[in-house]
């Protein structure tokens, strides 16, 4: 049968809208399921954004590790008919998230080298400032040679003055520590003094030149109050003295410190003895005589002749 052609009143066999539904894109309008149509180029302008995205991402896949979005499929995910599982604005937004994860991680890293260089600005500040050395003057800084010759002649007094004051405080440091050693040496032979009443044979045992080489042994020893005390009880103890002399600075202040507090404590004096119970007096007979009737009968008899039992 021959086609007829359709006029306008004549309805079409095809479904309303079948180009549009066989696209199988989503809706476009919150208001209704009508989906909306793009023009052509509307597609084409987000195909080459979409493209665009993806060669960004390959761009700086080199750079930095790729950023997994939460919810985001694998990479070359597909469905098992071979289309897409994702639509292409989707991949377009998790690549945009991609991205602001990975901006994110950049500007982390660069505070935290801001924060380093800030901790290291810090530190220079609170250092206490070198000092500063004035440049000797320049000819060419001047207008004449007289103010050159008398800027030349103030920067050498200056730097002359500046010279003579440091060796000065160098030498007072250096006097104010003799004169701290001589003192805390005069205070510590008075104690051995007052010691080597009680312990007349203490240079005998302490001065031996094997003893007290650890030079912060001896320094901690001379400053205790109970110093000459300290250095008797280890030159008796050669043990613990070589045990305290290998150990480090700190440890050595430590255990002469020990050694001070045991020295200090009294020692308990021994427990004395417990005396042994008082045995319980028998009771006796008051008369001197011993019962009749626990005598015998030799000493009954002997009792009977000597008048035993008879009445005055």
């Known amino acids: 049968m021959p086609a007829q052609p359709m006029s306008a009143d004549t ?29 052509e180029e509307e597609v084409a302008d987000e195909t080459v954004d979409n493209a665009q995205n993806v060669a960004d991402v390959a761009d700086t896949s080199t750079e930095t590790p790729e950023v997994k979005v ?35 991680e950049q500007a ?21 400032p070198p000092p500063k050395e004035v440049p000797r003057p320049t ?26 004051l ?12 003799t004169r701290q050693a001589a ?12 010691f080597e009443e009680d312990h007349p044979d203490y240079e005998e045992v302490v001065m031996k030149p094997d003893l007290f080489t650890n030079p912060v042994m001896g320094q901690a020893i001379k400053e205790a109050d ?3 005390e300290i250095a008797y009880y280890l030159a008796q103890n050669r043990a613990e003295h070589d045990r305290i002399s290998k150990l480090s600075p700190l440890k050595v202040v430590y255990e002469i410190g020990k050694i001070s507090t045991k020295l200090a404590t009294p020692v ?41 039992g008879k009445s005055n």
């Open 166 to 177: 440091e060796t000065a405080k160098a030498d007072q440091a250096k006097a104010e520590q």
């Open 11 to 39: 309805p079409s066999t095809a479904p309303p809208y079948a180009d549009v539904l066989t696209r199988n894109e989503p809706p476009r309008s919150a208001t209704t399921d009508m989906p909306q149509i793009a023009s």
């Open 226 to 228: 109970d110093g000459p």
């Open 70 to 104: 939460e919810g985001e499929p694998d990479a070359g995910a597909t469905k098992t008919g071979g289309e897409d599982e994702v639509s292409p604005q989707q991949r377009a937004a998790w690549t945009r998230l991609r991205n602001q994860a990975k901006a994110a």
């Open 268 to 308: 308990a004096p021994p427990p004395k003895p417990v005396p042994k119970p008082i045995s319980p007096i028998r009771a006796r007979n008051t008369a001197g005589e011993k019962d009749p009737a626990e005598m015998s009968m030799a000493e009954y008899t002997a009792w009977r002749a000597a008048g035993g």
């Open 139 to 164: 000819r060419e800084t001047f207008d004449s040679p007289e103010a050159y010759d008398e800027a030349l002649e103030k920067w050498s007094a200056d730097r002359a003055t500046a010279a003579a």
């Open 183 to 194: 003192t805390l040496e005069a205070s510590f032979q008075e104690r051995v003094d007052a």
């Open 108 to 128: 982390a890293a660069t505070l935290a080298g801001k924060v380093d260089q800030l901790t290291e600005i810090v530190a220079k500040l609170t250092a206490p």
